[in-house]
């Protein structure tokens, strides 16, 4: 009898446990949750830190859907009513500047750590990267022919082989555009749109309709010379393709690429723990020492592959840059109309 009693409580003990451990497991797939994100960002860089995310956080299933920025505002602008992403990432902050009512204020809990040029002084846009325009260059079929900036680029040799996307679909080509207008047309905007006429001369009816499409071309060989940014360029540097970095001796706008949540975004707390994520320490050294982006957090050191800032024309100093974001933020839509009028007109 004994054993028999024995024997009950064992089997009892056992349904208990089973019982249990069935909660707990239903518990976790009851947890399980989602970030859905829009990017223009490379997948070479956007990759390896969404996996490093779901490793810290395997309750957060994370799907990337990349596309053209200009593309991406205008999917959230239809869907502002019925979001169907959480977050803009890696999109420039003069292209989404005159959106920001299509985003939530948050703080990171690393601002105060953010390098003070950096800082998120709007409330929607954390900047996480300092993204520089670049030229790319194709070594093996630049030959003899001198590339040191822009206004390299109306030579006669490189007809047809300048690769540049169109600005209204592309933050990084819009930003070569601004950074034309500003340092070219400085005293005289005009001398940056006699520029411009040259340069989509030049182009001899090429232009691109994505950001992908210009690095790749020139690392393919497709194109001599590409107008991009620095991340996409320094990753094909990086693994030892026939590719150099030209910072434009006209001079380099710092400008900084952010992280937006979307306002009234059905995962919003997985948005903020994204954000946090990518403003971390942990996650801005990975980025300034292994995937070739300017971090923005303060005493990281230089990276191996990018130049250092004090060997760049750079434009960093709060006043400049707040001046070109009013300057960008009054006259966006007129450029994009005339950058228009120009290609059709060719």
Known sequence: MKFLSNFIRIIIFSMILIIIFSCNKSGNISKKTSLVIYSPSSRDFIDPLIEDFKNKNPNIDVEVIIAGTGELIKRIETEKNDP????????????????????E????????????SYKNTEGSMTRFMISPSVLIVNTNLAGNINIEGYLDLTNEQLKGKIAFNDPSASSSSFKHLVTILYTIGKDDINKGWDYINKLCANLDG????????????????????????????ANYAAAGSPIKLVYMKEGVIMEPAGIYIIKNAKNIENAKKFLDYMTSYDTQKKMNDELNARAVRKNLGSSVI?????????????????YIDNFVKENQEDWLEKFKTIIENL
């Open 306 to 322: 990018l130049t250092d800032i004090n060997d760049i024309n750079a434009i960093t100093s709060n006043e400049e840059l707040e």
């Open 84 to 103: 169907l992403c959480d977050i803009l990432m890696a999109a420039n902050i003069n292209l989404v500047k005159n959106h920001q009512d299509l985003f």
């Open 206 to 233: 090429k232009l691109l309709t994505g950001s992908s499409a210009v690095y790749k071309g020139v690392a393919d060989g497709e194109y001599t010379v590409g107008l991009t940014f620095e991340n996409a360029a």
């Open 105 to 116: 204020n948050y703080t990171s809990t690393n601002e105060n750590e953010i390098l003070d």
